[in-house]
């Protein structure tokens, strides 16, 4: 579970960017302004960022506040799971990354099996949708719905791409080092739970 200040950083931060959005009061606006600076100077106080970089990364965008979209491909063959090593940490991870406006998850995940790992494949189904605050990753100042989606090989040759450095086939009981800000290893082995029984319904949180 994420820690209280972060939590309370990331609703007063989207409390004000709705605010700023849409309140037509200058009185309000101001308002607003001064809880997105409340927010940024939690986040100073609690991490090693210059307050500058916190609001590039935290408090940089506009409109109605919204979860992250982080879609995962994930691929079998032969009972094996595709996972990629990330360039940024050297850790493994399932391919994939932030939505792109104008695609679909499916056409996500797709584009970033070819992308990362080099192989064609189709997208079948959705296995699971998780919060990610729910599950034992690192604290993020993002809110984070993550997509996986099952994918099938249809061609290309397994290798890495511009973020990865390599892409590798590993069974339930070869894991590597995985990236924890992407994926944990109980949602892989519930991965592979669910190839091994496809008649399990979708995941929720």
Not at 5 to 34: C, F, H, P, T
Not at 43 to 69: C, Q, W
Request: hydrophobic fraction near 40%; aromatic fraction near 10%.
């Amino acid at each position: 579970m994420s820690a209280k200040w972060l939590e309370w950083a990331k609703q007063i931060q989207a409390i004000s960017q709705i605010g700023l959005a849409y309140s037509k009061d200058v009185y309000d606006l101001e308002r607003y302004e001064m809880l997105r600076d409340l927010s940024l100077e939690i986040m100073s106080e609690y991490t090693d960022l210059h307050r500058e970089k916190i609001r590039d990364l935290f408090a940089n965008e506009t409109g109605y506040a919204t979860p992250k979209v982080d879609i995962r491909a994930v691929v079998f063959r032969e009972g094996k799971l595709v996972l990629v090593r990330e360039k940024l940490d050297g850790y493994w991870a399932l391919p994939g990354g932030w939505a792109d406006i104008g695609l679909s998850p499916s056409e996500v995940a797709v584009k970033e099996v070819k992308e990362e790992a080099g192989l064609e494949v189709k997208a079948d189904r959705l296995l699971a949708v998780f919060d990610k605050k729910f599950h034992d990753h690192p604290e993020s100042p993002y809110h984070v719905y993550k997509f996986f989606v099952l994918c099938t090989v249809t061609g290309g040759e397994i290798q890495g791409g511009l973020e990865t450095s390599e892409a590798a086939f590993f069974g339930k009981e070869e894991l590597p080092e995985l990236s924890a800000e992407r994926n944990t290893k109980a949602q892989l082995l519930t991965m592979f739970e669910m190839c091994e029984d496809p008649g399990r319904p979708v995941l929720l949180d």
